[in-house]
C-alpha cells in the first residue's frame, strides 16, 4: 500500500502538472448571445451558418411545456429543418446518449442544438463527438481522447448552473459500472450559446435553488483551487458576487427576469472559472451519490459544500475571506477567520433559506467506503484541491452527510 506521504507528493506533482497545461492550453469560449429572446438571435446564427438540417436535444418535460414552440417556429421560418430528441433524463447515460446519435444519423443531421439544462446539453457534446470519432463512448473517456472536432453544436441552457454551455467536459452515467465518467477536451465547446432569461423565468423554486448553488459549487471550488489563476479568480468572485445578490431574488421572485439574466451569466462566469481552474471533493462527493443514488446534482452540491468547505478551511482561510467579501458578507474589522467561518455557515443558511436539507436520507452506511474509494480515484485524477483528503477522512465526511 502506498504510504498517504507518497500520495500527496504524486498529487501535488500532478495538480503541478495540469496547472502548467491550463496556463498554455487554449480554451475556447463560444460566441455569446446574451439576453431575453436570444435563443432566437441563436437560431438566425444557425442558418447564417449554413445549416439545413439540425438535431435538437432536448428533455421531454421542456417539449410537454412548450419551451421550445419560439425556436422551433424560429428555425421553421429561416428553413431550418429539425428533429427532436427528448430522451435526455437527468444525468444522461450511455444509452441514452447512443439513442441520440442513432437519431442523427437517421435524419443525417449537420448540426445539433441543445436546449435545457446540464444533461441536454453534456449529452448533446457526446452525441456530436461519436458522429465525428470512430469509437464507443467509454473509450472517449478521460482527457483529450476526442480526437476528431465534433459536429457543430449550439446550446441555450434552460438553468442558471451547470454551465455546461461553456465548458470543455461532459459527464456521462454509466449504470453497468454504477458510475459515472467525464469526456474532458476543448473540442466539446459549443460554437455558439445563447443566455436567455425568458426561458427561465418558469423554473420551479427547488430547481431555481439547487442549479444556483451548483453554480456558487463551481465558482468556490475553483476559487479554492490550487490551480486558480489570476483570469479564473476573477470570473470566481464576479459569479459568487452575482449569486449571492440575485439568487434569493429570483428565489422569491420567479418571474424577475433581470435576476435570472444575471443568474444565468453567473453560471457562464461560474462556468469559465472552473473550466480552468478546476472543482474539487465537493464535486467528487456529489457525481458519486448521483451515481449511487441518483440525487440531483445541484441538490447534492449544494448539501455536500458546507462539509467540505470545513474540512478545507484551514488551508484555504485567506481565500474563503475573499469570496465572503465578494458575497457582501463582510463587516468593519473582520478578520479573515471569522469571514472565512461566516462565508461557510452563510451557505448553510442560504440552503435553510431554499429548503435544502442538512443531510441525505439515502445514503447508506455500507456504501460509504466504496463512495469514498470512488471520490478519491476521481479528486486525486485531476482536481487540485486546497487540503488532501486520505480515505478514513473521506469516509468521515460522507458519514456526517448521512442523515
Do not use: W
Not at 246 to 266: C, F, H, K, T, Y
Amino acid at each position: 500500500m502506498i504510504p498517504f506521504s507518497a500520495k500527496r507528493t504524486l498529487f501535488k506533482i500532478r495538480t503541478s502538472i495540469l496547472r502548467g497545461t491550463a496556463k498554455i492550453l487554449p480554451f475556447p469560449k463560444p460566441t455569446l448571445f446574451s439576453g431575453p429572446g436570444s435563443s432566437l438571435e441563436l437560431c438566425e446564427a444557425i442558418a447564417l451558418m449554413g445549416h439545413h438540417r439540425v438535431l435538437i436535444v432536448t428533455d421531454h418535460m421542456l417539449v410537454e411545456i412548450g419551451l421550445l414552440d419560439d425556436i422551433q417556429t424560429k428555425l421553421a421560418e429561416l428553413g431550418i429543418e429539425f428533429f427532436i430528441y427528448d430522451g435526455i433524463e437527468p444525468d444522461p447515460t450511455i444509452e441514452q446518449i447512443e439513442a441520440g446519435f442513432e437519431m442523427l444519423k437517421q435524419h443525417d443531421c449537420e448540426a445539433i442544438l441543445a436546449v435545457g439544462g446540464g444533461s441536454p446539453i453534456d449529452a448533446a457534446k457526446v452525441i456530436g463527438a461519436r458522429a465525428s470519432n470512430n469509437k464507443t463512448i467509454r473509450k472517449m473517456e478521460g482527457l483529450f481522447r476526442v480526437f476528431r472536432t465534433p459536429l457543430p453544436l449550439y446550446a441555450v441552457p434552460t438553468t442558471a448552473g451547470t454551465g455546461s454551455e461553456v465548458t470543455v467536459a461532459a459527464v456521462v452515467s454509466d449504470p453497468e459500472r454504477q458510475s459515472k465518467f467525464a469526456i474532458i477536451d476543448p473540442k466539446l465547446v459549443p460554437a455558439m450559446a445563447a443566455l436567455d432569461a425568458s426561458l427561465m423565468t418558469g423554473l420551479p423554486p427547488a430547481i431555481t435553488a439547487s442549479t444556483g448553488m451548483d453554480a456558487l459549487t463551481h465558482a468556490v471550488e475553483s476559487y479554492l483551487s490550487v490551480n486558480a489563476l489570476p483570469d479564473t479568480d476573477c470570473y470566481a468572485l464576479a459569479a459568487t458576487r452575482l449569486i449571492m445578490e440575485n439568487l434569493p431574488v429570483v428565489m422569491e421572485d420567479g418571474q424577475n427576469i433581470e435576476a435570472r439574466q444575471r443568474m444565468s451569466m453567473a453560471s457562464y462566469y461560474a462556468a469559465l472559472a472552473f473550466t480552468r481552474a478546476g472543482v474539487g471533493y465537493v464535486h467528487a462527493i456529489s457525481h458519486n451519490f448521483g451515481a449511487y443514488y441518483h440525487t440531483p446534482h445541484g441538490l447534492a452540491n449544494a448539501v455536500v459544500m458546507p462539509y467540505v468547505l470545513d474540512f478545507s478551511e484551514p488551508a484555504c482561510t485567506a481565500r474563503l475571506a475573499d469570496l465572503a467579501r465578494a458575497g457582501g458578507l463582510k463587516h468593519e474589522g473582520d478578520s479573515d477567520a471569522v469571514l472565512a467561518k461566516r462565508f461557510i455557515n452563510h451557505i448553510r443558511s442560504l440552503n435553510h433559506q431554499f429548503g435544502i436539507p442538512d443531510k441525505l436520507e439515502t445514503v447508506k452506511a455500507e456504501d460509504i467506503p466504496g463512495i469514498a474509494r470512488a471520490v478519491l480515484k476521481e479528486a486525486h485524477g485531476t482536481y487540485a484541491v486546497p487540503r488532501f483528503m486520505d480515505g478514513p477522512t473521506c469516509e468521515s465526511v460522507i458519514r456526517q452527510i448521512m442523515a
